[in-house]
């Protein structure tokens, strides 16, 4: 491989749905593969475009938004590095359901969708590993709608915030990873109503100075959200736990 | 094959998954595969339960719902014969995220998780079929955050009604496929909003009399809900896309 090619199969190798491709696969996606950087605020792609590239987000941060023809918008996802988006589109040529915004500078690598495609069609082991990457993708959705239909939004906080400690591990303090009109945009509030979610979640076990977050009580905090550990608890790349089952 | 295991490759080969896989894949299936009845109301599984089985509804009306520890209820997904379901839970070996209940007399074809994941893993089609469907149900789940975050009751309901319509060809008039008070839990309604919904849509190009449903001025409806024609669409089974892309 070229210098290029090799800083691309290195970035690729990141992301977790290509970690253990092998290395034949991986040199063909890494030849196909441009890397583009953009700034805060450029839009990558519109919703309805066709969905000429996978996109990995190797620095920055990146919200998918659906939007209604008059405008108004909701910011659905927010990738952060390295991870694959916008497979679904990808994989079946249809239209993005979301357009993709950086929210800060990034840098991305992007694979035309034929490549992808055929890669998929010739190695069973990467089509297995986007088969478990799109369940934990399709899972994730079906919390977000069970947070949007069963939980207000001092809940839907209040679950995010254990998420973001559960997902960093087993501490108690965490800063927010990205500011808190973005948070709230994601959470469905106004960053009016994010502000008196915070301070109503003071009484059930969590401090926010600036960024920082302190949950003081997590078993409070939980009892008020009504969180399930198991059933709310955002999953990792499921792509390892598939494979383990075909032994 | 014994007569059993015809006969469930025959009901096997009506779901979309497995319409197109091979003679070999589809008679291990149908060797795994049990049927089982069950009457209205009867629950086929609780969230949070290890997924034992791909489910196959064959007829009847399935209902899939979250909920909370408090016994609050959502229902996110209504499934008609034939449809796979609870796929994702079952390829990556988690714990089911949604309860099931039949909410109609119902028959289902259970596959045991283990024979569905060999089979995934030893017929690199099958894989391909199913990351085609997964894509599928993704994407189904953006649409309906779009539909709750985007859009008032009364919109959703509009907008129900023309995805009813358009998946059953292009008639004006179509027939409810189950209850008002199911279609409100599924559009996230109490069933007295549903009425008002109804009654609100009358303006807006719809008429309903008991279960059919009429619409009189589809454009006007389609401003009203703030349709995009493509976005909002719900998708076929995407398997054979995936495929077709291959060559």
Redesign the interface.
């Given at each position: 491989m070229a210098q290029g090619e090799r800083d691309h199969a290195e970035l690729l190798k990141r992301a977790p749905i290509f970690a253990d491709v092998s290395e034949r696969t991986l040199k063909r996606l890494a030849t196909a593969a441009t890397v583009v950087s953009c700034a805060r605020g450029d839009v990558l792609f519109e919703?309805?475009a066709d969905p000429d590239y996978l996109h990995i987000l190797v620095d920055g941060t990146v919200q998918l938004a659906?939007?209604?023809?008059?405008g108004?918008?909701?910011v659905?996802e927010i990738i952060r590095p390295v991870d694959a988006f916008i497979?679904?589109?990808v994989?079946?040529?249809?239209?993005f359901?979301?357009s993709a915004k950086a929210v800060e500078p990034s840098r991305l690598l992007l694979i035309p969708g034929?490549a992808i495609?055929?890669q998929?069609?010739a190695d069973?082991k990467l089509?297995?590993t986007?088969?478990?990457s799109?369940?934990?993708?399709?899972?994730a959705?079906?919390?977000?709608?069970?947070d949007?239909?069963?939980?207000t939004a001092t809940q839907r906080l209040g679950t995010y915030l254990l998420r973001l400690i559960e997902s960093r591990g087993e501490g108690e303090r965490v800063v927010l990873p990205y500011d808190k009109k973005l948070v709230a945009a994601r959470l469905?509030m106004k960053p009016e109503s994010l502000s008196r979610a915070i301070h109503a979640l003071r009484v059930h076990g969590v401090e926010v100075a600036d960024n920082e977050v302190h949950i003081t009580d997590v078993e409070e905090l939980r009892e008020f959200c009504?969180v399930?550990r198991?059933?709310d608890r955002l999953?990792e790349d499921?792509s390892t736990?598939?494979n383990s089952?075909?032994r």
């Open positions: 919703a309805g659906t939007g209604t023809p008059d108004r918008e909701a659905v497979m679904a589109a994989l079946t040529s249809q239209p359901l979301m034929k495609r055929e998929v069609g069973p089509a297995l986007m088969l478990g799109m369940a934990r993708q399709y899972r959705m079906v919390r977000q709608i069970k949007l239909r069963l939980r469905d009504k399930d198991v059933l999953e499921l736990l598939i089952r075909r």
